[in-house]
């Protein structure tokens, strides 16, 4: 008993209703979703095994975002290779058309594969989307903000605490009560003249007899100190300025990357699912028999 293949002939004279079979392009595009579903979970086990927890271990950042490009690139194509050759195979072909136009058709279907695709993939992700440049744009925002802010914030949390002590440092050390006015005044001088930039003359000169009346320190050692310690916090601020500057600089780099990576993916998506198409096609006309990657023709 032979296999033979069913090829639609329009009568003649009558309109053809679509070349389009959209049964076959929708089961393509199932099959597509689901094995890009089943890629993703092996690819999130595989992202999760190298990781850890501990610097020593583990691979670098740099190593994972490889992987992570190379697998998202691969079984994207492979997904809608596998589409595509599902709704090629499951189209059946119309006979008004040549051995050249049938492959044309079948490349299409799996080119409609292809679009279903990137509109499911906007579609779900675009709220993802959104928080991620709502995020991004915090980021940016929170970066440009931290440049004066956290001059002031981590300046200030600088001077409030380690640094500030240094003000009150004396041999015998003096009593709890008359470290913490020094303190408290010399956060609060210490965390403005980081915002501002410069410590003002008059809130150096009082802070230094503040803290030469509290110490054994005479007037011009309670300045050298004053200025010692308004240049740590300083540059605690504008290392804070720079972390944060430096921060904003790798989230937009990440972003300009993770957008050419999934352009990139969605053309090579394309090539797969039309060479798929057209291969299951082929398989389809010639009544062959696709065993995972062995084909023998019946």
Known sequence: MSNTTSVVTPAAGSPIASYFNWSAIFAGAAVALATSVVFVGFGSALGLGLVSPWDSSGSGVTTIGIIAAIWFLASTAFAYYVGGYVAGRMRPPVGDATGGEVEMRDALHGAVIWALGVFVFAWIGISTAT???????????????????????????????????????????????????????????????????????????????????????????????????????????????????EATDAAQNATLVMGFLTATGFLIALVAAWFGATMGGSHRDGNTVSRVFVARRV
């Open 131 to 245: 928080s991620v440049a709502t995020g991004a744009a915090q980021v940016g925002s929170a970066a440009v903000d931290a440049a004066g802010a956290a001059v002031q914030s981590e300046g200030a949390e600088a001077v409030a605490g380690y640094t500030v002590d240094k003000l009150t440092r004396a041999s015998p050390p003096i009593s709890a009560s008359r470290a913490s006015e020094v303190r408290e005044q010399g956060a609060q001088i210490l965390a403005r003249a980081v915002a501002d930039g410069e410590l003002d003359a008059d809130d150096k000169t009082y802070l230094a007899e503040l803290v030469a009346s509290r110490t054994a320190l005479t007037q011009e050692e309670a300045e050298a100190r004053v200025d010692e310690v308004y240049a740590e916090a300083q540059s605690a601020a504008e290392a804070a300025a720079d972390a944060a500057e």
